[in-house]
């Protein structure tokens, strides 16, 4: 099954499965972009600005995937595997990669994770097996 990770441009930009989804990638950017993916700028500026909080943004956000992308199916075929989507926030800070995230999953049942390095990852991996053992 084909795997696309979300992630920052601090941990993944130089990768050549990068594609940005921000309404500005950073200048030293050199990979692809998938635009109808971003928020638009005017949306991203009302939130800087302190004029929109974070459940309108949401909801704008979302009409503005479903506005754009009629087949959500459709544009995950054709991201490449092993693809990660990227944004500015830490993998923390809440942000539109993860509206997106989930609008996707609602919209197709296709889970996208943020990605992990190998010691996130076996963090993860051990508090899996905890909570697995917790629930018995």
């Known amino acids: 099954m084909k795997k696309i990770y979300t992630s920052n441009f601090a941990r993944k930009g130089t990768d050549p499965k ?9 200048p030293w950017y050199q990979g692809k972009g998938l ?3 971003a928020p638009t700028r005017a949306l991203v500026l009302a939130v800087i600005k ?15 995937l479903e506005e754009r992308i009629p087949d959500p199916q459709a ?33 197709t049942g296709v ?19 905890v909570d697995s053992l917790l629930e018995l």
């Open 111 to 129: 889970q996208i994770e943020e990605w992990k390095n190998e010691k996130e990852q076996l963090e993860a991996d051990k508090q899996g097996i």
């Open 35 to 37: 635009n109808m993916l």
């Open 75 to 107: 544009v995950l075929d054709d991201i490449p595997d092993g693809s990660f989507l990227l944004c500015y926030e830490k993998v923390t800070d809440t942000c539109h990669r993860h509206i997106l995230r989930d609008w996707i999953f609602k919209k």
């Open 50 to 64: 302190g004029e929109m909080d974070l459940e309108e943004y949401t909801e704008r956000y979302i009409a503005l």
């Open 18 to 26: 990068a594609l940005a989804i921000s309404a500005w990638p950073p």
